[in-house]
């Protein structure tokens, strides 16, 4: 899983500047139900007016940004990102099989299944699934390297040219399309879907720019869900958003709310929920390892010192949105809590001014007033920048830029344009701001977005994945390919406590909060829903977990 603000602004947390348009997406609830009865579910994301798009590949396309592509596309396992470890439910596929030291992964694929044209769905569709991404660059988003694909029968096997013990989830989270529909297609990574068709227990009702409807098929393989319809919104902004859960026009969202019991759950204190489960991936404070004096370790580790992750996250993040980081290892808990190592397990991140002015003056800084100099004398200064809309980045700024001044740092904090933000961030072209990293079912998606040196890429050249803060470190890029290509969990555990050991010593980002996946949610009309007593997915709208979400709920009352 990756976290992408492009996907939708609310994954960032931030208020979205208000996008032009006739409505702002405020509609009433229709959902016109007495109690066990309901057959309507309203679904919102603050996304702004969307242009219509099914291509279930692409992140822009409206059915990727309010999440609907789920209910149309499925995938061949059902992976639970809450659980990473955990074997995944058979889906379109009824069992796989790993070997070869996870080089090979064979499948036996559902029969019965019918694609929503109410032609049959065969393996033949998903070996091409996979031949689609082997064969175009820009639908293989996660860089497998697929090597032979084949179908006999009801069987598809896959080779790959190396081990995919890190990506294992990913593949099996493959969603499959037609094809002989897709098989018609010029170019797959960029054609609009206007007639989408998929094996899931939707289909594509009514689209306008504000609100997509779906529908329930009467020929789905599962049992049909109690869901009849779902109608997915578009609100202009996070304002927007919130008015409309408020007030119930809106019964599943995902969305930062910077006071989130006042203008939500305190409306309706007994139906209105929110859950923000972490996961696998972090967002901290990013430091161009290349400038001076932050190249230096010392003062990253002494920085660290001095954050303060408690008033982040009760201040920028209200209190649930990205819980903080504990481990200082980086790793989030309880999601990452077995791989922490054993000389780490009880160590924590707490606020130690007096330690960071230990660290410093040991490695040659002066603390003169209250100006920190470097050992060549010059003052210490960093520009802190994030796009001025990301409120909860911005005062996660805020917050850092004090904490700073306890040792001396004079820190500014820039509200950046956002597209001037991306572009400097991606050229390493900033000296520190708060971004978010990959997240997957082990703490490798973390530790190769921060310090892999196969993505590093010199100042000033974009197109990178990752490694923002151009950290070089080539002990960290050998023990990211050990835990990758290793033979046994021995092995792997090894190799993820070198870079852990690597991450304390060197603090080339400073975590704050890990990524979460939840949800503003409703039970006055549906339960059901996922929570902390039942975690049987993540919560969030636009996951690919939202189908089992929805396969779950019945009416309230009923």
Not at 103 to 108: A, P
Not at 147 to 159: A, E, P, Y
Not at 162 to 186: A, D, E, M, Y
Not at 254 to 264: G, H, I, L, M, S
Request: proline content about 7%.
């Amino acid at each position: 899983m990756r976290a992408r603000r492009s996907v939708a602004l609310a994954l960032a947390g931030l208020l979205a500047a208000a996008l032009a348009a006739c409505s702002n997406g405020d509609t009433s609830n229709s959902n016109a139900s007495t109690a066990g009865t309901s057959t309507v579910l309203n679904v919102g994301m603050p996304n702004g007016p969307q242009t219509e798009n099914h291509n279930p590949f692409l992140g822009s396309s409206s059915g990727a940004s309010l999440g609907y592509r789920w209910m149309i596309y499925e995938p061949l396992v059902m992976v639970n990102p809450l659980k990473p470890q955990e074997p995944g439910k058979p889906w379109l596929a009824t069992a796989h099989t790993w070997s070869d030291n996870f080089k090979k992964l064979s499948f036996t694929i559902r029969d019965g299944v019918k694609w929503s044209d109410g032609k049959p769905m065969t393996a033949e569709d998903v070996a091409y699934s996979f031949e689609l991404r082997k064969g175009n660059e820009g639908l293989n988003q996660d860089a497998i390297p697929y090597g032979t694909i084949t179908q006999s029968g009801n069987k598809v096997d896959l080779t790959f040219t190396r081990s995919q013990f890190v990506n294992q989830n990913k593949i099996l989270g493959v969603f499959v399309v037609p094809k002989h529909q897709w098989s018609t297609f010029k170019d797959p990574s960029q054609d609009t879907v206007k007639e989408p068709i998929g094996t899931g227990p939707y289909k594509l009702k009514s689209f306008t720019p504000q609100t997509t409807t779906l529908e329930v098929r009467s020929e789905y393989w599962q049992e049909l869900p109690k869901v009849k319809e779902l109608r997915y919104t578009s609100y202009n902004d996070n304002n927007a958003q919130t008015t409309a859960l408020a007030n119930g026009a809106s019964e599943w969202s995902f969305v930062f709310v910077p006071n989130v019991k006042t203008v939500f759950q305190a409306k309706d204190e007994k139906n209105h929920k929110v859950w923000a489960p972490g996961t696998l991936g972090i967002h901290g404070l990013w430091i161009n390892t290349t400038k001076k004096p932050f190249d230096n370790p010392a003062l990253r580790r002494a920085m660290d010192k001095v954050i303060n992750r408690d008033d982040i996250f009760t201040q920028a993040e209200a209190g649930y949105f990205y819980p903080k980081i504990e481990s200082v290892t980086g790793i989030p808990t309880p999601a990452g809590e077995s791989f922490i190592a054993p000389e780490f397990k009880d160590k924590k991140h707490v606020v130690d001014v007096e330690g960071a002015k230990a660290e410093l003056a040991a490695a040659g800084f002066k603390l003169e007033g209250d100006t920190l100099k470097d050992p060549t004398g010059k003052p210490v200064t960093i520009t802190l920048t994030d796009p001025a809309g990301w409120s909860d980045y911005i005062t996660s700024l805020e917050i850092i830029k004090d904490n700073l001044s306890q040792i001396g740092i004079k820190a500014t904090v820039d509200k950046a344009n956002q597209d001037a933000w991306f572009k400097a961030f991606d050229e390493g072209n900033f000296e520190a701001g708060m971004h978010w990293t990959n997240g997957g079912a082990t703490p490798y998606d973390i530790y190769q977005n921060i310090m892999d040196g196969k993505i590093l890429k010199p100042i000033g050249k974009g197109g990178v994945s990752g490694n923002y803060g151009r950290y070089n470190n080539p002990e960290a890029t050998k023990a990211l390919d050990a835990y990758a290509n290793a033979a046994d969990d021995a092995a792997r555990t090894a190799a993820l406590n070198t870079l852990q050991k690597i991450m304390v010593d060197q603090m080339p980002i400073i975590p704050t909060g890990a990524s979460n996946i939840g949800a503003l949610y409703s039970t006055k009309n549906w339960v059901g829903w996922p929570d902390e007593s039942n975690p049987y997915g993540p919560s969030q709208p636009t996951q690919q977990t939202a189908l089992q979400i929805v396969l779950a709920l019945k009416p309230a009352g009923a």
